[in-house]
């Protein structure tokens, strides 16, 4: 029957069950307060009704019915705290092993890139009963990432990379919609979510025409020429980034922070602003240069040779180093006259 009638959205994540369970506990704590509310009203208005010869008579003070109704609602409200705050950290904090795809938002669409190379334009292919993280990004103003069925809504800006992942438990076709006013077309920039069964989608992922998209971030940080500073083999005039990614780097101002998504594209982007210690600030910026697709490449790539028995751009060092060889004994030396910026 309530297929035909639905209050709710479709469930169809792991999370969905958990909102509605806290959503269905809100309902019900207000819908109980606005009763005993509503009853209370409607008995106080006819118990102390205007009657002749009757004198009104004014009430002062009681410290046990304000301690109580002060008390029971704050418990009320903690458990609401508590609650939410747990489902809260659960629906933002992604798995480490999560299946992780590109999203690139614009006006008015949805453009999905896979590690695999699969590319997608406002549909995303899923395996059911698996976790997957979308890293996600906006080429112009702030999108969102919303779909209802998972119980999930995200903000997608330009400027940065943001996340939100989910764990689909059935096969389907679910909706996906910008939930943020983001121009005139904004109420049709839709989409879909397929959710696949394992077998259908690992047939769908590896039908891909394009290599995974580390391989694309490799090529590209040969062409673009990283690789003649940020190398493996020997000192360069960059960082090493063979194994950084997810690990602690001190800068040159003398903060330590993680390297994850954000700092790797802000480093891409506007290399100046957060310089590893011991380098100089002789990068220059690819804004512009590069696309949000590329820069996801990129990023793809140097995660990619962040996990074990992988290496980093082995095929483009040869041409690299003979254009570098000049300058690298000057430059590389660490902790020298750094100019601050
Ligand atoms: Cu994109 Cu609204």
Known sequence: MLNNFPLWPESASTIAHRVDALY???LIVAGMMALLICALVIYFAARFRSRPGVRAEQIEGSNALEITWSVIPFLVFMVIFAWGAVVYFQERTPPTDATEVYVVAKQWMWKVEHAEGQREINELHVPVGRDVKLIMTSQDVIHSFFVPAFRIKQDVLPGRY???WFHATKPGTYHLFCAEYCGTQHSGMVGSIVVLEPAQYEAWVNGSPNGPL?????KMFAELGCSSCHRSDMPGRGPNLQGVFGK????ADGRTLTVDENYLRESILDPGSKRVRGFQPIMPTFQGLVTEEQVNALVAYIKSISTAGTRIGA????????????SVSSAAQPNGNQVQQ
Request: hydrophobic share 45%; aromatic share 4%.
């Open 214 to 218: 580390s391989a694309t971030g490799e």
């Open 162 to 164: 943001t996340v939100e």
């Open 315 to 326: 095929n483009a060092m040869p041409s690299a180093v003979s254009a570098s060889e000049g």
């Open 24 to 26: 269905i506990f809100l």
């Open 248 to 251: 602690p780097v001190e800068l």
